[in-house]
């Protein structure tokens, strides 16, 4: 079984929409991490956000904002009117302390922002 | 204050042949990573490197072997090249392994089997 479900394989939007990338992870840990990284089209994955399983507290970033919700397992990333600057593939990954702190990571969310 | 670096960015080689990789981690870090990417997947992970030692390790064959230098510079190496290893390598660094910290990653390295 997947430990971390991107089901959203590509998304596409006009600039300034707002969009939600969606995240659902499988953990039997009680404590882990969450993160999210950007990867643009040169191939580098960027560090966006890292959450802990104690901490539900959601958080805003300028733009970014991301909703952790243990109850649903469910760890989505929203951006609020888009740019072009934010087409990328986005990855939402999770580390466990069961399996060292490695982080798997979800098969990414293609987002295609339009002008 | 540089980053992840790798080299080469694309390489080119033939079923069967023996291919190395090399990473440079970000300035401070002591901890080398690898994952494999193919095309429209996630990241997979291959092995980490810590103190010179591989302390983790997913699920690859024994044709993928590493290295962790005294500088903490790594090279990944892959032996009897198949065509599915085909695929972005990426190297990311952190600091401290078996650590949450958040993983700096390089540019990936663009290998092409044919």
């Known amino acids: 079984a997947q430990k971390v479900t991107q089901a959203q394989t590509e998304i596409s939007v006009v600039e300034k929409e707002d969009v939600t990338l969606d995240c659902v992870y499988e953990t039997r840990d009680t404590t882990y991490y969450l993160f999210w990284y950007k990867q643009p089209p040169s191939g580098e994955l960027v560090f966006l956000i890292r959450r802990n399983s104690f901490d539900e507290q959601n958080e805003i970033s300028g733009r970014y904002s991301w909703n952790f919700q243990k109850s649903t397992s469910s760890f989505n990333f929203t951006i609020t009117a888009s740019q072009v600057v934010d087409s990328a593939v986005y990855f939402c990954a999770l580390s466990e302390a069961g399996g060292s702190y490695i982080p798997t990571f979800g098969r990414g969310t293609s987002l295609i922002v339009h002008p | 204050d540089a980053g992840v670096t790798q080299s080469p960015t694309h390489l080119i080689k033939t079923r069967g042949q023996q291919v190395t990789l090399r990473c440079s981690p970000k300035s401070g870090h002591d901890t080398v990573s690898w994952y494999q990417q193919a095309l429209g997947q996630g990241p997979q992970f291959i092995f980490q490197y810590y103190e010179e030692e591989e302390r983790q390790r997913g699920n690859f064959p024994d044709r993928f072997s590493g290295h962790q230098f005294p500088n903490y510079s790594s090279e990944l190496n892959v032996n009897a090249l198949l065509l599915g290893d085909s695929a972005l390598y990426l190297c990311?660094?952190?600091?401290?392994?078996?650590?949450?910290?958040?993983?700096?990653f390089g540019n990936g390295t663009r290998l092409t089997v044919t």
């Open positions: 990311a660094s952190s600091l401290g392994a078996t650590t949450n910290s958040p993983l700096h």
